[in-house]
């Protein structure tokens, strides 16, 4: 096993499949290898700082509300199997919580999130960089049900951040992003022959 750990980027527009994947490749090595998945969107800057009103304005689908310096620096440390303090987000306050993760140095990282390819120095720290390619009729109906079923927000506030941040932050940002991609993965977790690849490679990196 090498010294440093193996780092695997996932990129891919919201509800796009990226946490379907991820649980794919960490249930593939969970049992012989040390495997971690860290969510870029822990990283979510603080915003203590700023009142409710303004808080509740923040357009996360942004690369300016991420604190990628932070999330660079841990993302070093864990290459060097160096054991970090995990920042949470909660989201019912727009702000960083008072609760952090201790992730210890382990030997595969599977980062996720929707930026981890548009931003370069995020890349830079990434040995395979992964974006995944789902239709966005798809991935808006999957973002609808999961937000409605398990975040209890209401059709019309959906549809709205959808067309006003979403959608045009997706276009700008992260459809661009794919041309950084080592592996492009079509259709989310349910491409079993893409997954399977991209572990085999995995697989013959770490053995």
Same mark, same amino acid.
């Given at each position: 096993?090498?010294?440093?750990?193996?780092?695997?980027? =996932?990129?891919?527009?919201?509800?796009?499949?990226?946490?379907?994947?991820? &649980?794919?490749?960490?249930?593939?090595?969970?049992?012989?290898?040390?495997?971690?998945? =860290?969510?870029?969107?822990? #990283?979510?800057?603080?915003?203590?700082?700023?009142?409710?009103?303004?808080?509740?304005?923040?357009?996360?689908?942004?690369?300016? &509300?991420?604190?990628?310096?932070?999330?660079?620096?841990?993302? /070093?440390?864990? /290459?060097?199997?160096?054991?970090?303090? /995990?920042?949470?987000?909660?989201?019912?306050?727009?702000?960083?919580?008072?609760?952090?993760?201790?992730?210890?140095?382990?030997?595969?990282?599977?980062?996720?999130? *929707?930026?981890?390819?548009?931003?370069?120095?995020?890349?830079?720290?990434?040995?395979?960089?992964?974006?995944?390619?789902?239709?966005?009729? *798809?991935?808006?109906?999957?973002?609808?049900?999961?937000?409605?079923?398990?975040?209890?927000?209401?059709?019309?506030?959906?549809?709205?951040? #959808?067309?006003?941040?979403?959608?045009?932050?997706?276009?700008?940002?992260?459809?661009?992003?794919?041309?950084? &991609?080592?592996?492009? =993965?079509?259709?989310?977790?349910?491409?079993?022959?893409?997954?399977?690849?991209? =572990?085999?490679? *995995?697989?013959? *990196?770490?053995?």
């Amino acid at each position: 096993m090498n010294d440093k750990a193996i780092i695997i980027g =996932i990129a891919g527009g919201s509800a796009s499949g990226k946490t379907s994947i991820a &649980a794919k490749v960490y249930e593939a090595f969970e049992e012989k290898h040390q495997v971690v998945i =860290i969510k870029q969107d822990d #990283y979510y800057k603080d915003q203590s700082d700023l009142p409710m009103e303004e808080r509740v304005k923040t357009n996360y689908d942004h690369p300016l &509300a991420f604190d990628t310096d932070l999330l660079v620096k841990h993302l /070093k440390m864990l /290459k060097q199997k160096v054991t970090i303090e /995990k920042p949470t987000y909660d989201y019912t306050q727009h702000t960083r919580s008072n609760i952090t993760e201790v992730i210890e140095g382990k030997d595969v990282l599977i980062l996720e999130g *929707i930026f981890v390819l548009a931003e370069e120095e995020v890349r830079k720290q990434c040995d395979i960089l992964v974006y995944v390619d789902t239709d966005g009729d *798809i991935r808006f109906i999957r973002r609808l049900r999961r937000d409605m079923e398990e975040r209890g927000r209401s059709l019309d506030s959906v549809c709205e951040q #959808y067309l006003h941040t979403v959608r045009p932050m997706h276009e700008q940002f992260i459809e661009p992003s794919k041309k950084y &991609a080592h592996i492009i =993965i079509p259709n989310g977790g349910s491409n079993v022959v893409a997954i399977d690849l991209l =572990i085999t490679k *995995i697989r013959s *990196i770490i053995e």
